[in-house]
């Protein structure tokens, strides 16, 4: 998952108003507006919300605000769009994390993105490391067809054990990540690489497994 900060684009350091997260997966999008963000503080569309008490913007709403401040997938000149901003494929979560949110019809733009956990934390570099590696032993345990209960029997763990991993909430050590990856019948192929600049595409994690 992934965070942007909404942030007021002519104040300097502005405090951010509310925060805009996108679920990869999914394909979803949400806001939760800061509290103490009065309604002349967050977007227009929101407003009404923020009046009314409401300080999470469910996925429809969020959508829509994400529709108005990037290219629509219909334009007529959509391929020449994609390519200026070296796209292969039209991905809203690109465009906006490429133009910063920025639209004509407010001074509303974006900080980030940031990886985040379930809980919208921000993710260290090691925890984002735990989250790859636990996606990746997700993935590969359902390709398998396999409950983790029956991972968890191979590895010789307990089920806890293995939830935590693929929640990205446990201290993976080497020989726990072997002894699953032995489980699924895969090694650990280990990479180490220059930290990768952000290209506007959502990582999904890459599985050494």
Do not use: H
Request: hydrophobic share 40%.
């Amino acid at each position: 998952m992934f965070a942007f900060d909404i942030i007021d684009g002519r104040a300097r350091n502005a405090v951010p108003c509310g925060r805009l997260f996108y679920d990869a997966e999914r394909d979803e999008w949400g806001i939760q507006i800061a509290e103490g963000a009065g309604p002349e503080e967050v977007p227009f569309l929101f407003s009404s919300f923020v009046e009314r008490g409401e300080r999470a913007i469910g996925p429809a709403w969020a959508r829509r605000w994400v529709a108005e401040r990037v290219v629509p997938p219909g334009r007529q000149n959509l391929g020449e769009v994609l390519r200026a901003n070296g796209l292969r494929e039209y991905s809203e979560f690109a465009l906006l994390a490429i133009g910063k949110g920025a639209c004509s019809q407010d001074y509303f733009v974006l900080r980030g993105p940031f990886p985040v956990d379930d809980d919208g934390e921000i993710l260290d570099d090691r925890r984002q490391l735990r989250q790859s590696i636990g996606r990746a032993v997700a993935k590969a345990r359902r390709e398998q067809g396999m409950t983790q209960k029956q991972l968890a029997e191979r590895a010789l763990v307990d089920q806890a054990v293995v939830s935590r991993v693929e929640r990205g909430r446990a201290n993976i050590t080497s020989d726990l990540l072997a002894d699953v990856a032995c489980a699924l019948g895969m090694c650990v192929e280990v990479t180490l690489a220059p930290a990768a600049v952000y290209n506007g595409e959502p990582d999904e994690g890459r599985s050494g497994l």
